[in-house]
């Protein structure tokens, strides 16, 4: 498999398009072909209008049609795996092993949403039955459910190619609800993005789908971004980078004359909290697992810690020294792109140039796209006066905080904004004087992890990627990973007075799909 550069809209391809340009390998500093046609406004509208058309068909599409799809796509890419790594490696520099997990995990997210859609029962099917002779008033009958919300446009990411990109969570999740697909790649990895692309173009032509299920945009800048969100066909947007992108793109879908959800996952600081029984009862451990998740990915995970909030006490600093200088002995890693290094090269000289911060690990970097840790410390009171400690510095960076008392780590805590993520490491004698900090930990971000660290996510349906602004655009109401993923491209229906024989078949007396279903109040699997 090869790309061709060439934008994929519906079963066909884009013309010459407009400005072109071309991947580079950040392992070598070399643009790498084909290069990749800018789509233009007609592919723009020719992409949505598809879209729009299909959107329909596939919201009737009963789930055991949307789990085929998407197993046919996870069978495609792991057939594929080796061609796909192999132009993945070229674009991001990723390691093969890294990748090859990347595809594993991809396709197992596909089939674990096309179960979800299958099973049904995040359709919330609801169903309160008539009471003709219900007094003071008659109870009509009225059925509720989950309906797909229309096309959905996904901003593929930078730091997963596959797994938060063009066959990603987004549009996974997206397709199991019912709902057609476009995805504008990202220009880090086009031509990974159009392999990945075109596998799925070949598993909706095999599942006899509509041709605007699924399109595939490139763009060397903003614009067909920006046209996409504009367009009134579009219902709904996801987004997986940077706060100043995903907070652009909830601006400009807010200020449409039909404003639009935006479910964008963007800047998180991951906080880690370290407890004194912790540290005295297993430091060596938590030296080791500390740097293995905050160097993990070089830093450009979402997940990986950004704050490390501990009491001041000596083992603790004797912690931080054995961690400082496993930190400053790091050999440099590769960034993602320049734009990346140059962005986190910028962070971290501002920060060390702020009174109050110091630096207390710093590694070597010598080439274009590569970066080494670097870690600051401050005290509690310093961190409490200077909003811009909390801001994200996507890399290998952290910040230490240094606290007197327990009231001081609970005012850091206090004051922190929202993550994805909040870690918290304690003894066994410990747990009882957990709570408040708890409570204040499960307020500030989506996932809240006790002796574990944040790196490394389970996909499942009970899991929870997100959390309160600025660490996704919807204020944590909603998540980007696990089966309640597909709640976000869909919305309630209440049907009122029907015939039974003009319901969706999900609300229908018989139940022909077998679904799970609150009848009257109570749950049930059968007929009614």
């Known amino acids: 498999m090869k790309p061709d550069g060439g934008n994929l809209i519906g079963f066909g391809s884009s013309g010459p398009g407009g400005t072109v340009f071309k991947a580079f390998n950040p392992a070598t500093g070399a643009q790498i072909e084909p290069g990749f046609a800018s789509a233009e406004a007609a592919d723009v509208e020719r992409a949505v209008q598809l879209a729009a058309e299909a959107a329909p068909a596939l919201a009737r599409l009963p789930g055991r049609k949307r789990h085929e799809f998407l197993r046919r796509i996870a069978d495609s890419l792991e057939a594929k795996s080796a061609d796909l790594v192999a132009r993945a490696m070229l674009e991001t520099g990723l390691p093969e092993a890294r990748l090859k997990g990347e595809v594993a995990r991809t396709a197992g997210q596909l089939r674990l949403y096309g179960e979800a859609a299958e099973r049904g029962d995040w359709l919330d099917a609801r169903i309160e039955t008539a009471q003709p002779q219900r007094q003071p008033l008659p109870k009509p009958d009225h059925r509720s459910m989950r309906r797909a919300i229309g096309p959905v446009v996904v901003f593929g990411s930078s730091n997963f190619p596959f797994a938060y990109s063009v066959a990603g969570g987004d549009t996974a999740s997206a397709f199991a609800a019912g709902c057609p697909v476009i995805v504008k ?163 971290t000289t501002a920060r060390a140039t702020q009174p109050g911060v110091r630096v207390i690990a710093r590694g070597n970097a010598s080439s274009v796209c590569s970066a080494a840790p670097v870690w600051f410390e401050t005290d509690a009171k310093f961190f409490a006066g200077n909003p811009t400690l909390s801001e994200e510095i996507f890399g290998p960076s952290s910040l230490v905080v240094w606290c007197r008392d327990r009231g001081e780590l609970l005012a850091v805590a206090r004051s922190l904004e929202g993550s994805l993520t909040a870690s918290l490491h304690a003894a066994a004698g410990e747990a009882r004087e957990l709570g408040e900090l708890v409570e204040v930990l499960a307020a500030k971000a989506g996932r809240v992890i006790l002796n574990g660290y944040p790196t490394g996510l389970e996909v499942s349906p009970a899991i929870v990627h997100a959390g309160p602004y600025p660490a996704t655009s919807d204020g944590g109401r909603s998540t980007s990973v696990g089966t309640r993923a597909l709640e976000r491209w869909a919305r309630l229906v209440c049907y009122q007075g029907f015939a039974d024989e003009l319901l969706p078949p999900e609300l229908q007396n018989a139940n022909p799909l077998g679904l799970r279903r609150l009848v009257n109040g109570e749950w049930a699997s059968g007929a009614i």
């Open 185 to 347: 790649a990202h220009p880090a990895h086009p031509g990974t993005g159009e392999l990945v692309g075109r596998l799925i173009g070949h598993a909706v032509r095999d599942c006899g789908l509509p041709e605007g299920t699924f399109s595939l945009l490139f763009d060397a800048g903003f614009a067909v971004g920006q046209a996409l969100v504009r367009h009134p066909a579009v219902k709904a947007l996801g987004f997986t980078g940077s706060l100043k992108g995903g907070r652009a793109l909830a601006d400009l879908a807010a200020a449409r004359p039909e404003p639009i959800p935006v479910y964008a996952e963007m800047g998180s600081i991951n906080p880690v909290f370290l407890l004194p029984g912790a540290i005295a009862e297993r430091r060596a451990a938590l030296v080791e697992g500390l740097y293995t998740s905050s160097l993990a990915g070089v830093g450009q995970f979402c997940t990986n810690p950004g704050l490390i909030v501990l009491l001041r006490t000596p083992e603790a600093e004797q912690f931080v020294q054995e961690l400082a200088a496993r930190l400053s002995a790091t050999l440099e890693g590769m960034m993602l792109t320049p734009g990346i290094k140059n962005a986190f090269v910028a962070g």
